[in-house]
């Protein structure tokens, strides 16, 4: 049968107990931890590297810069190739594909072969896996609690940076990073098995309705459309041609590329480091690291609940201000003892890491309909992974030709202030959303 057949076909049966969505969910969410955890630990790897090799910071950024915008990038097209291929197939190809980047670094001596595994390999892999990822399988798989699923997949990426991060650091310290790069690659390997059960690419592949529709509704069809006619490429950058005339896209744009300059690029990659500039032990910043995780899965969650019960926009708009605000704090937090004022920031920070993700998936949907949404998110996430290598880039330059971190910690607050700021331009819409959702209409 074919994946357009299978969408056709009527379910045969509303299963009660667990809804397969939830398992489907559970498996997502695994392979968003392994997308991650790999890149939320290139900032412990640093040092390792650089003393083993004699690379400069300079290098071992630049790769990470590499990652970020090639995991940026791929993650539209990944939305037309999930469409095309099924997302068991995409997902099996992308897990593979990280697991030989993570356990290939092991074989490595120039840095160029830093950048095209860490880059190339891991890069398209993750940008596979990421957050686009999420999408499709919430707009799938779910009627309802549609924005709550979404707060738990961008919490993914906080999750393993809580599993990993101390461990990794742990074993670089006393193993070697051969050893932490290894465990990544057989963590990715562990879940491909999990792709053929509980995992389905639809709920009408799976004989069920979505989780909340009503049990004689008809099947919905599948998020990125009608199955691509066009190439995977040219599906993608013809939604980007018809996005680009829209105001609200381009302000979406810019706001996520400054979550990502101020999180994966400034956050994730440099915080290890500039902690230690400070005097700060590698693993008490890395702990510090990895509890920014904790409280980014309660923020995350918690901000898809409020995703689906008020204006996202405006949640939008609080999230960038009191970031901004955070950062401009800590340069001065930082030093050789944890003091409570950095335990403060560390909370803080959490609870607002990735919280934009929810608001900013529904503004999508919002904006451009349930049938383009999971591919205009795509070109959305792309500028996140664009402003978060851009990020980690000159962080690392500033660092060498200041000698200090402020001026990255400076620059990403400004820049927070702004995305807040033009959140008020973003034009009103007519919201795609169904009343299941609970989630009222934009401004």
Same mark, same amino acid.
């Given at each position: 049968?074919?994946? $357009?057949?299978? !969408?056709?076909?009527?379910?045969?049966?509303?299963?009660?107990?667990?809804?397969?969505?939830?398992?489907?969910?559970?498996?997502?969410?695994?392979?968003?931890?392994?997308?991650?955890?790999? &890149?939320?630990?290139?900032?412990?790897?640093?040092?390792?590297?650089?003393?083993?090799?004699? *690379? $400069?910071?300079?290098?071992?950024?630049?790769?990470?810069?590499?990652?970020?915008?090639?995991?940026?990038?791929?993650?539209?097209?990944?939305?037309?190739?999930?469409?095309? /291929?099924?997302?068991? =197939?995409?997902?099996?190809?992308?897990?593979?594909?990280?697991?030989?980047?993570?356990?290939?670094?092991?074989?490595?001596?120039?840095? *160029?072969?830093?950048? %095209?595994?860490?880059?190339? /390999?891991?890069?398209?892999?993750?940008?596979?896996?990421?957050?686009?990822?999420?999408?499709?399988?919430?707009?799938?798989? +779910?009627?309802?609690? !549609?924005?709550?699923?979404?707060?738990?997949?961008?919490?993914?990426?906080?999750?393993?940076?809580?599993?990993?991060?101390?461990?990794?650091?742990?074993?670089?310290?006393?193993?070697?990073?051969?050893?932490?790069?290894?465990?990544?690659?057989?963590?990715?390997?562990?879940?491909?098995?999990?792709?053929? *059960?509980? /995992?389905?690419?639809?709920?009408?592949?799976?004989?069920?309705?979505?989780?909340?529709?009503?049990?004689?509704?008809?099947?919905?069809?599948?998020?990125?459309?009608?199955?691509?006619?066009?190439?995977?490429?040219?599906? @993608?950058?013809?939604?980007? !041609?018809?996005?680009?005339?829209?105001? @609200? #896209?381009?302000?979406?744009?810019?706001? +996520?590329?400054?979550?990502?300059?101020?999180?994966?690029?400034?956050?994730?990659?440099?915080?290890?480091?500039?902690?230690?500039?400070?005097?700060? @032990?590698?693993? $008490?910043?890395?702990?510090?690291?990895?509890?920014?995780?904790? /409280?980014?899965?309660?923020?995350?969650?918690?901000?898809?609940?409020?995703?689906?019960?008020?204006?996202?926009?405006?949640?939008?708009?609080?999230?960038?201000?009191? !970031?901004?605000?955070?950062?401009?704090?800590?340069?001065?937090?930082?030093?050789?003892?944890?003091?409570?004022?950095?335990?403060?920031?560390?909370? #803080?920070?959490?609870?607002?890491?990735?919280?934009? %993700?929810?608001? $900013?998936?529904?503004?999508?949907?919002?904006?451009?309909?349930?049938? =383009?949404?999971?591919?205009? #998110?795509?070109?959305?996430?792309?500028?996140?992974?664009?402003?978060?290598?851009?990020?980690?880039?000159?962080?690392?330059?500033? &660092?060498?030709?200041?000698?200090?971190?402020?001026?990255?910690?400076?620059?990403?607050?400004?820049?927070?202030?702004?995305?807040? @700021?033009?959140?008020? #331009?973003?034009?009103?819409? =007519?919201?795609?959303?169904?009343? %299941?959702?609970?989630?009222?209409?934009? &401004?």
């Amino acid at each position: 049968m074919t994946e $357009t057949s299978q !969408r056709s076909a009527a379910p045969a049966v509303v299963r009660r107990g667990i809804h397969r969505a939830w398992l489907v969910a559970a498996v997502t969410l695994l392979a968003l931890v392994a997308a991650a955890a790999f &890149r939320s630990t290139t900032g412990a790897l640093f040092e390792p590297l650089e003393a083993e090799f004699g *690379w $400069t910071r300079a290098e071992t950024s630049g790769a990470v810069t590499a990652n970020l915008v090639i995991y940026g990038l791929v993650a539209p097209f990944a939305a037309v190739l999930m469409e095309r /291929f099924t997302l068991r =197939k995409v997902v099996a190809a992308a897990l593979l594909l990280v697991a030989a980047g993570s356990g290939l670094t092991t074989l490595m001596t120039a840095a *160029w072969q830093l950048w %095209v595994l860490w880059g190339a /390999f891991i890069g398209v892999g993750t940008g596979m896996l990421a957050l686009v990822f999420g999408a499709v399988v919430a707009n799938r798989w +779910f009627a309802a609690r !549609r924005g709550l699923v979404m707060g738990f997949f961008s919490a993914a990426n906080a999750c393993g940076q809580l599993v990993f991060l101390p461990v990794v650091v742990h074993l670089a310290s006393h193993e070697g990073w051969r050893t932490a790069a290894v465990l990544v690659a057989v963590f990715a390997l562990a879940i491909v098995p999990l792709l053929a *059960w509980p /995992f389905a690419n639809s709920p009408a592949e799976a004989g069920t309705l979505p989780y909340g529709a009503a049990a004689d509704s008809a099947p919905q069809r599948e998020e990125a459309g009608a199955v691509a006619r066009r190439s995977a490429a040219a599906e @993608a950058i013809a939604i980007l !041609r018809e996005s680009l005339r829209s105001r @609200a #896209f381009w302000i979406l744009l810019f706001t +996520f590329w400054v979550c990502g300059w101020s999180t994966n690029g400034l956050m994730q990659t440099h915080f290890i480091p500039a902690a230690h500039d400070h005097g700060m @032990a590698a693993t $008490t910043a890395s702990g510090l690291l990895a509890l920014i995780g904790v /409280f980014d899965v309660i923020g995350t969650v918690a901000s898809g609940w409020l995703t689906d019960r008020m204006r996202p926009w405006l949640l939008l708009v609080a999230y960038y201000a009191l !970031r901004g605000a955070s950062l401009l704090t800590v340069n001065a937090l930082l030093g050789p003892d944890v003091e409570p004022p950095l335990w403060i920031f560390i909370v #803080f920070y959490g609870l607002d890491w990735v919280a934009t %993700v929810p608001p $900013t998936v529904a503004l999508c949907r919002e904006h451009f309909g349930a049938a =383009k949404s999971s591919v205009v #998110f795509g070109w959305v996430f792309a500028s996140h992974m664009v402003g978060a290598g851009v990020g980690a880039f000159l962080a690392g330059w500033g &660092r060498e030709m200041s000698g200090s971190y402020l001026p990255a910690w400076m620059s990403a607050a400004v820049l927070c202030f702004a995305a807040a @700021a033009s959140l008020f #331009f973003l034009p009103s819409s =007519k919201s795609h959303l169904s009343p %299941v959702e609970g989630s009222p209409v934009s &401004r």
